[in-house]
């Protein structure tokens, strides 16, 4: 019985030891300079919250509208940003269109889903 209790407060002494000298040590050094916060952090990853994504801003659609132009006020829509490219359609003076694309010759899109060209002489900004 006498060899139990001996060998039992043997254990006890190793496992106080062991905590002194291991554990005591970490619980100090990490009230000091948080050498403890960064003993155990180093195995955790690191959660970085990503940004919430921006809402668009609504920006108005640029209008172009026909002004004036040469043979009474018509301007021709054209299929490239040419004059020597084929007529798709003839605008009067106040048409609006869409500008997709500004330029010397601005791509437009005309009310019925038209898509073409008009130089920029002929366009004037507003709807």
Same mark, same amino acid.
């Given at each position: 019985?006498?060899?139990?209790?001996?060998?039992? =407060? &043997?254990?006890?002494?190793? =496992?106080? %030891?062991?905590? @002194? #000298?291991?554990?005591?040590?970490?619980?100090? @050094?990490? #009230?000091?300079?948080?050498?403890?916060?960064?003993?155990? *952090? #180093? $195995?955790?990853?690191?959660?970085?919250?990503?940004?919430?994504?921006?809402? @668009?801003? +609504?920006? #108005? %659609?640029?209008?172009?509208?026909?002004?004036? $132009?040469?043979? $009474?006020?018509?301007?021709?829509?054209? @299929?490239?940003?040419?004059?020597?490219? +084929?007529?798709?359609?003839?605008? &009067?003076?106040?048409? *609006? =269109?869409?500008?997709?694309? +500004?330029?010397?010759?601005? &791509?437009?899109? &005309? +009310?019925?889903? =038209?898509?073409?060209?008009?130089?920029?002489?002929?366009?004037?900004?507003?709807?």
């Amino acid at each position: 019985m006498r060899r139990v209790f001996v060998l039992l =407060l &043997t254990v006890i002494i190793l =496992l106080g %030891t062991f905590y @002194a #000298a291991f554990v005591g040590r970490s619980l100090q @050094a990490g #009230a000091g300079g948080g050498q403890r916060a960064a003993l155990f *952090a #180093a $195995g955790r990853p690191t959660v970085t919250p990503s940004p919430l994504p921006l809402q @668009a801003t +609504p920006t #108005a %659609t640029p209008w172009c509208v026909i002004r004036s $132009g040469m043979d $009474g006020g018509r301007v021709n829509l054209r @299929a490239c940003g040419s004059v020597s490219c +084929p007529v798709l359609a003839v605008l &009067t003076e106040g048409d *609006a =269109l869409e500008v997709i694309q +500004p330029g010397v010759w601005v &791509t437009v899109r &005309t +009310p019925d889903g =038209l898509t073409g060209y008009v130089y920029v002489r002929y366009c004037q900004e507003g709807k």
